[in-house]
């Protein structure tokens, strides 16, 4: 089939070569425009740029849909189908009815249930057992289109949303040659979505990544997975010199021992840091000191030695 492929980061790149791997005719890709990152604050292309400029396929990286320029330009491919990957960008009307059968779009979670920008996080921070992807007829509404194809996966105490989501990156890249084979043949079914069950993942804010040790250790476990890697739940440490340093927890389990304190004390056992929570404690097991690289606990409290006791903040 002839199509525009529409996604920026990671998440979006297994689809992409997937798509070139089964001989679809990519007339261009949809990127957001370089933006700039790192210590020289030096224009990065997106990861979906990369891969594309590797297979010398034409990239266009509008900052809307807005113009009549760009919504021509797009008209202009003759498309069989538009596939939309984490694109980060909205797609008015004129964009979405352009191709011969519309923008399918690849949604990391099981709809309803959390449409919006942020669904792989949301569904860990919540504690839900199970996610999925789904291949999505976009629509004018966010993320109400009818379902195309459907696939589940489960959410293990060791996720983070880094891991799942390059889970279900390949899992949703692997459905789209299949979906694209029924598109062709016209037996692709779409069914609407069902009424009740709405949730919506909200856009992770800096505000939410900061850890509340009051609450349920379950609760904190999942609130540290979910916003782990990025952008990082995060508390703050007195070090030796007293000096306040932040650190961000990359990684958590339950523990099956309970210790006496307020919430947020600090327990050192030889080579582990529990910390309480209201009902239990929460072993801390891969930490990142503010400017430092992402360390197990064992070389955290070599280089950083803590008394126990104190009550993080």
Known sequence: MRLAFMG???????????????????????????????R???????????????HGLEIRTP??????????AFADLSLDVAIVVAYGLILP???????QHGCVNLHGSLLPRWRGAAPVQRAIMAGDRETGVQLMQMEKGLDTG????????PITSTDTSGTLQETLSHIGASL??????ALSRGKLEAVPQQEHGVLYADKIVPAE?????????????????????IPGAWFEIRAADGERVRCKVLMSSVSKSAFNGPPGTLVRSDDRLLVTCAD??????????????????????????????????
Request: hydrophobic residues 45%; glycine residues 6%; positive net charge.
């Open 209 to 229: 990544a900061r850890i509340d040790w009051a609450r349920p250790v379950r609760e904190v476990d999942w609130h540290i997975r979910g916003l782990s890697p």
């Open 93 to 99: 009307a004129a964009i979405l009815k352009a191709p």
């Open 63 to 72: 900052s809307s849909f807005r113009g009549e320029d760009v919504q021509s």
């Open 40 to 54: 020289g604050q030096k224009l990065q292309p997106s990861p979906v740029q990369l891969l594309a400029e590797v």
């Open 146 to 153: 009818a379902i195309l194809l459907s696939e589940t996966v």
């Open 176 to 181: 789209l040659p299949r979906a694209l084979a």
């Open 8 to 38: 920026t980061p990671q998440f979006a790149v297994p689809s992409l070569s997937e798509l070139i791997a089964n001989g679809h005719d990519v007339a261009a890709v949809y990127t957001q425009p370089p933006r700039r990152a790192g």
């Open 280 to 313: 239990a404690a929460l072993s801390l097991e891969r930490i990142q000191r503010s400017g430092k690289s992402i360390q197990s606990i064992e070389e955290f409290l070599r280089g950083f030695p803590v008394a126990a006791g104190q009550v993080l903040a």
